[in-house]
């Protein structure tokens, strides 16, 4: 654990050894209270990745993704103050119906500053990317695993370490039953679990005042560049963030640079008024922009990283929070001060009004 001390400087004034006699002062003190960083242990996180993945293929409809499910709610409900559970059935692109839940975590309900964290716990139901068992499921331990196990372990760390603000944690489900291809028709085919929450908040009224969307944070050697959307929409937040961790020593994960467009859950949790930012994998040597072992089943334990899961729960988020907390700073007052109606009218995103900088990708 890490103490900040935000102020220690003591002012004292001595009296001069005169004939005259002038008054001592008390000697001043700032009573500033110091702010604890919750520390973050990576293989920590790295357990709570392979506990994901030893149930198998997350897959909507499975019994891994049933068993899966009943952990991480078990394990939230032992963190947070806390935990709603939306369930249900959409429908994806394909007509099928998919069996869902939403885990909403809750630290501080009551607290008007909150952040929400946010990432989908389902992995791909088939290896389209791969040249070999591609109808078969992948496990998902980056794409999936990873973001989800970053964020249990800053669960973990709240309930040791208190702290002023309020947090939720949602883990979405029915993120990656999209359609392949990319353009209008397959962009909404994917985040279904965060476009139902968006319709259907678990509190009424739910605000934020920014979410952060951790989506394959966990592989070796990653790097996150600034996501299209996130920048347009929420560009303090992804400066704060990238020059938090920067000053950490995590320049070599965080790089400033522009690393295109991604349609991924932060997209419609933008579009209700949270400006929310997507930290995710970007690899600018590929041809999609995605990391090799993205939607292969080369995505299993061996290219998770503990340095990686630091650099994000460390530097991206934990210390981030202390930001946000010591300078009291509402980002994005506009956002928060209009009504729901007038965001959806004037801030929606869509395939056609989007500015691709690099590249427009479908998550």
Known sequence: MKILQISFL?????????????????????????????????DS??????????????????KAHIACGDYLIEKMQSWADTVI?????VIAYDGTKLNFRNIISSFNPQAKNRVLLFAHWDTRPWADKDIND????????????????????????????????GVDIAFFDAEDWGKEGGGPESED??????????KNL??????????ILLDMVGAKNAQFR????SYERAGSVVQNVWNTANSLGYSNYFIHQDGGWVTDDHVYVNNIGIPSIDIIHSDLSSRNGFPPHWHTHADNMDVIDTNTLRAVGKGAVLDFALIFLREKRKFFVVFL???RTSILKTQKISHQNRRPRIYCLIK
């Not at 973001?147 to 702290?163: H, S, T, Y």
């Not at 985040?191 to 968006?198: C, P, R, S, V």
């Not at 600034?226 to 959307?229: D, R």
Request: with cysteine; proline share 6%.
């Open 134 to 165: 591609k109808d078969k499921p992948i496990l998902g331990a980056d794409d999936g695993g990873s973001g989800v196990g970053v964020l249990m372990e800053i669960a973990r760390q709240l309930k040791l370490n208190k702290i002023e603000i």
């Open 85 to 89: 559970v939306q369930k249900g059935i």
């Open 226 to 229: 600034f996501e299209g959307l």
């Open 189 to 198: 085919s994917y985040a279904l679990g965060t476009q139902y929450w968006t």
């Open 202 to 211: 678990h509190v009424k009224d739910y605000t934020a005042n920014y979410g």
């Open 337 to 339: 001060s209009q009504s």
């Open 45 to 62: 996180a790295y357990a709570f990745v392979k506990a994901q993945c030893d149930f198998g293929p997350r897959v909507p409809n499975s």
């Open 10 to 42: 003591i002012f004292f004034l001595f009296s001069c050894n005169s004939k005259t006699e002038k008054p001592v002062s008390t000697p001043v003190v700032n009573n500033t209270p110091q702010i604890t960083v919750p520390e973050f242990i990576a």
